[in-house]
């Protein structure tokens, strides 16, 4: 089984690598993040860099530095922590791996990619006329980062996390619908 979701803070990813160890038979995690692209970054370059976070239609995802990444490198066997001022405990720098991950394993259990904001809607309405279900903006990121992974090869059974309620974004998808008639009429 493969397992999609759309990652912004990685604590549905996180739970997912757990569930995994315990047992549950999944062949790969797919995270799928939008344009905040800190974590394919990393995984593919083995350099993490943290930019401002970016605005997108995926606002929960909106995450550059998500928290759970220092749990997700101490669980392969890395080390990141964030350095303290000691007289005021403030943060003086953050992101600061000191040992890093075996990234060789994590990318046989990852695979990560960051989806644009255009694709977002792109998919939500090939989604929805397609197959007449509505996507709210965090399943498209999972939606098209598990069909990014497969190639268009739909032939393992594969898992879609929906972590919003579509109906949390009524104008947003209201807009979209709208936009995709007034094309279809020209």
């Not at 990685?10 to 160890?21: A, N, R, S, V, Y």
């Not at 709210?136 to 090869?153: C, R």
Request: some cysteine.
């Amino acid at each position: 089984m493969i397992s999609s979701i759309p990652s912004g803070n990685f604590g549905d990813m996180m739970g997912t690598i757990l569930t995994k160890e315990m047992g549950l038979p999944i062949k790969k995690i797919i995270c799928g993040v939008n344009e905040n692209t800190e974590f394919p970054h990393f995984i593919n370059t083995e350099k993490y860099v943290v930019s401002q976070s970016k605005n997108t239609p995926s606002s929960a995802m909106d995450v550059s530095h998500p928290s759970n990444l220092a749990r997700l490198i101490e669980f392969y066997g890395g080390y990141m922590f964030d350095e303290k001022d000691p007289q005021t405990n403030n943060i003086i720098k953050q992101e600061i791996i000191d040992k890093m991950p075996n990234l060789e394993t994590m990318k046989k259990d990852i695979y990560s990619i960051g989806i644009t904001n255009p694709k977002h809607y792109e998919t939500m309405k090939k989604v929805f006329y397609k197959y007449n279900i509505i996507l709210d903006s965090h399943g498209a990121v999972g939606w098209d980062a598990l069909e990014y992974y497969l190639e268009n090869k739909h032939n393992q059974l594969s898992i879609i996390y929906e972590t919003q309620n579509p109906e949390n974004f009524q104008t947003l998808l209201k807009k979209q619908l709208e936009s995709h008639q007034k094309s279809l009429i020209g």
